[in-house]
C-alpha cells in the first residue's frame, strides 16, 4: 500500500475512493448511476452523441467547480457566475474540479506563450545572468561571472559602475516594457479615415462621425466660429480647415443654441476636435459596449518604437551568443531548446555550470510542452492567438508543473488534432497529474489513450435518445445500498439488463482485481483486450475488462 500513499503523508483510506453519481438526467442522460474511481484515470467512451460531455462536463465538471465555487466566500462567489446545478440527484465525493476544454477567460494582452508557460522566466534570468549588457553610455560588456554573482559592473570604456539588468528588468510586463505600447507590442491609434467616413457630405451633414456618436451635436457650429464651412462637402475643405477638425484647440466659442421652446441661447462651448472627442470617450469608457463605440475610430497596429516584441530598448540591448531577448522569444520552442544547450560554449569556464543548470531548467520546462506537440509555438505568441486545443495542453503542461493536488481534472477530447506521436506526451502529463494525486477524467476516441485508463465508462449504446446509458455496470452492491431514496427503484440505472448486453464486466471475486485474467470486451473492439489498471481496491466496483 505504500505505493497507494501520496507525498504527504496521508492515507488514502481516509479519502474517499470513488466519486458516486445517482440518477445523472443531463441532456440525454438516462438517470444512471456511475462509479468514477478518485485519483485514477478513468475514460469515457462511446459513440458520437452518446452523452459522453454531458456525463463529463455537464454533471462532474459542473458539480466539482460549483462546489468548489460555493467553497469559496461569498465575496469572491458573488462576483463570479452563478454556476445552475446539474440535472443529477446526487453527486458524492467530488473534489474541485477543473475542466481543460473550455476557453479559460480570454488571456490578458500581457500573456504570451512565454509568460503562461513559465518559459519567459528562465529566459529573462538566463539572459540576466549570462547576458553581455551595455553600461548606461552604451558600451557593451563581455558576460562575465560578476554579472552571474549579481557584483556591480565597472565600464572599462567610460569608467561608469552600474548594475546590470535583473530579470525583472528584462520583463515586458514590468521595468522591460517598452515605452511607448507600455509591453503589449501594438499600439492603439486613431484612424482618421474612420473618423470621416463619407468625405462626399458637408459638416453639418454629419461628416465628422465621433461627434455624432457621441452626442457632442453643437460642434459643427462650434467648428464653423473657426471658419470652417460645415456646407461643403468634407472632400472640398481646405488643407486648414481640415488641420482645425482635426486638430483644432480646445478653445471657447460662443454660439447661439435654440432651446425646446424655440428660444435662442448664446452659449459657449469649449472645442473638441475629431481626435480628441475619440481619445476623450476612450479614456472614459468603462464598460464593454463604451469601448465597442469607441474601436471603430482605433486601429491597432504593430508597436513603431519595440516593432512588437514588447521590451523597452535596453531590455533588448542584452546578448545571450549574439542574440537578443526579443529574438530568442522569436524562436519556436524547438529552435530554443536546440540552441539553449549551445550557449555554454560561448561563454568563458566559469560560468558554464551556471548556463548548464539554468538550461537544463528550461529544457525540462520546455520538454513536457514539446511532447504535447507545442513545439512549433514561439515563445512570443500572444495567448490570445492559441487555438482551443493548444490552450489546452498549455493548462496542462502548466497544472502538472503547478502540482496541485486533490483536483479533478476532467478532460474532453484533448487528443483531437494531436499528432499520434504526440499522444504519449499527454498519457505522461495524466500519468505525472495522477501522480502527484489528482483524479482525471478523459472523453476521448483515441485507442491509445482509451487504452491506458485504469477504468473505462462506456456511454451508449446509440445516439442521443439511443444513448445516454452507462456500460459496463458499475453500480456495485454497495452503492446499490447507499442510492439516493429518489432515484431508487425509479431507474434501472446501468444494471445489467439496462444496456449490457454482452458480459462485458467480469466481478472481481478474489478482491485483489490486479490478479484477475484480463478479460477481452466483446463490443469495445481489441483495445480493451489489454489487461486494464486495476481500480482502487477499497472502491469495491466492478472491474472493467
Ligand atoms: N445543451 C444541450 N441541450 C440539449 N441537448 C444537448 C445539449 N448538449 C448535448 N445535447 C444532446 O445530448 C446528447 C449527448 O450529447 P453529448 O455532447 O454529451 O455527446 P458526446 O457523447 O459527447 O458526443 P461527441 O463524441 O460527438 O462529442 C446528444 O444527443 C446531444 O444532441
Ligand atoms: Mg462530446
Ligand atoms: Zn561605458
Ligand atoms: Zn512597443
Redesign the pocket.
Same mark, same amino acid.
Given at each position: 500500500m505504500a505505493q497507494d500513499e501520496p507525498a504527504d503523508g496521508v492515507d488514502v483510506a481516509e479519502q474517499p475512493p470513488a466519486i458516486r453519481v445517482y440518477g445523472a438526467k @443531463? %441532456?440525454? &442522460?438516462k438517470d444512471i448511476d456511475v462509479t468514477v474511481p478518485l485519483r485514477r484515470l478513468v475514460a @469515457?467512451a !462511446? @459513440? #458520437? !452523441?452518446? /452523452?459522453?460531455?454531458? &456525463? $463529463?462536463? *455537464?454533471v462532474l465538471y459542473a458539480e466539482g467547480s460549483r462546489r468548489y465555487l460555493e467553497a469559496l466566500s461569498t465575496y469572491t462567489r458573488r462576483r463570479m457566475a452563478q454556476a445552475p446545478r446539474a440535472a443529477v440527484d446526487t453527486v458524492e465525493h467530488v473534489p474541485a474540479a477543473l475542466a481543460l476544454r473550455q476557453r479559460p477567460g480570454v488571456p490578458g494582452v500581457r500573456s504570451t506563450f512565454g509568460t503562461s508557460t513559465e518559459l519567459l522566466n528562465v529566459l529573462r534570468l538566463l539572459f540576466s545572468r549570462l547576458g553581455s549588457h551595455l553600461c548606461p553610455n552604451g558600451h557593451r560588456q563581455d558576460s562575465t561571472i560578476d554579472v552571474a554573482a549579481g557584483l556591480t559592473l565597472t565600464c572599462p570604456v567610460c569608467d561608469v559602475t552600474f548594475y546590470p539588468p535583473g530579470a525583472e528588468s528584462l520583463a515586458f510586463n514590468s521595468d522591460g516594457a517598452c515605452p511607448r505600447c507600455g509591453g503589449t507590442g501594438v499600439v492603439r491609434e486613431i484612424d482618421e479615415a474612420a473618423l470621416v467616413p463619407d468625405p462626399a457630405r458637408t459638416i453639418a451633414e454629419g461628416a465628422v462621425a465621433p461627434w455624432g456618436t457621441f452626442g457632442l451635436t453643437v460642434m459643427p457650429q462650434v467648428v464653423a466660429e473657426f471658419g470652417v464651412r460645415t456646407d461643403v462637402p468634407y472632400t472640398e475643405l481646405t488643407a486648414q480647415e481640415r488641420q482645425i477638425v482635426m486638430h483644432g484647440p480646445a478653445e471657447k466659442r460662443q454660439i447661439s443654441v435654440r432651446s425646446r421652446n424655440g428660444k435662442l441661447f448664446e452659449l459657449n462651448f469649449t472645442y473638441r476636435n475629431a481626435r480628441r472627442a475619440v481619445q476623450e470617450t476612450l479614456d472614459k469608457a468603462t464598460t464593454e459596449r463604451g469601448l465597442n463605440r469607441v474601436n471603430r475610430f482605433i486601429s491597432t497596429q504593430v508597436c513603431p518604437v519595440c516593432r512588437g516584441t514588447r521590451l523597452s530598448e535596453q531590455a533588448r540591448s542584452s546578448l545571450v551568443d549574439g542574440v537578443g531577448l526579443a529574438e530568442a522569444t522569436a524562436k519556436t520552442l524547438d529552435e530554443l531548446i536546440a540552441w539553449a544547450p549551445t550557449i555554454e560554449d560561448t561563454l568563458p569556464r566559469e560560468m558554464r555550470r551556471m548556463a548548464r543548470n539554468i538550461v537544463s531548467t528550461l529544457l525540462e520546462t520546455a520538454r513536457r510542452l514539446v511532447d504535447l506537440g507545442l513545439g512549433y509555438l514561439s515563445l512570443d505568441r500572444a495567448s490570445s492567438t492559441l487555438s482551443t486545443g493548444e490552450r489546452q495542453r498549455v493548462q496542462l503542461a502548466r497544472a502538472v508543473r503547478n502540482q496541485t493536488t486533490g483536483v479533478l481534472y476532467v478532460l474532453?477530447?484533448p487528443s483531437i488534432g494531436l499528432h499520434p506521436s504526440n499522444v504519449d506526451g499527454l498519457l505522461g502529463v495524466m500519468r505525472d497529474l495522477l501522480r502527484d494525486g489528482n483524479s482525471v477524467v478523459i @472523453?476521448d %476516441?483515441d485507442v491509445q489513450v482509451l487504452r491506458e485508463a485504469d477504468w473505462l465508462i462506456e456511454?451508449g449504446p446509440g #445516439? /442521443? $435518445?439511443d *444513448? !445516454?446509458r452507462c456500460s459496463p455496470p458499475v453500480t456495485s452492491p454497495t452503492s446499490a445500498r447507499t442510492r439516493t431514496p429518489s432515484s431508487a427503484g425509479s431507474s434501472p440505472g446501468v444494471s445489467p439488463s439496462s444496456y449490457a448486453p454482452a458480459p462485458v464486466a467480469t466481478r472481481c471475486s478474489t478482491g485483489d482485481v490486479s490478479t484477475c485474467p484480463p478479460a477481452p470486451c466483446t463490443r469495445c473492439g481489441p483495445w480493451m483486450s489489454t489487461s486494464p489498471r486495476p481500480p482502487d481496491r477499497r472502491d469495491r466496483g466492478v472491474r472493467i475488462g
Open positions: @443531463v %441532456h440525454n &442522460l @469515457v !462511446g @459513440v #458520437s !452523441g452518446s /452523452g459522453k460531455t454531458s &456525463l $463529463a462536463m *455537464g474532453d477530447e @472523453v %476516441h456511454i #445516439s /442521443g $435518445a *444513448g !445516454g
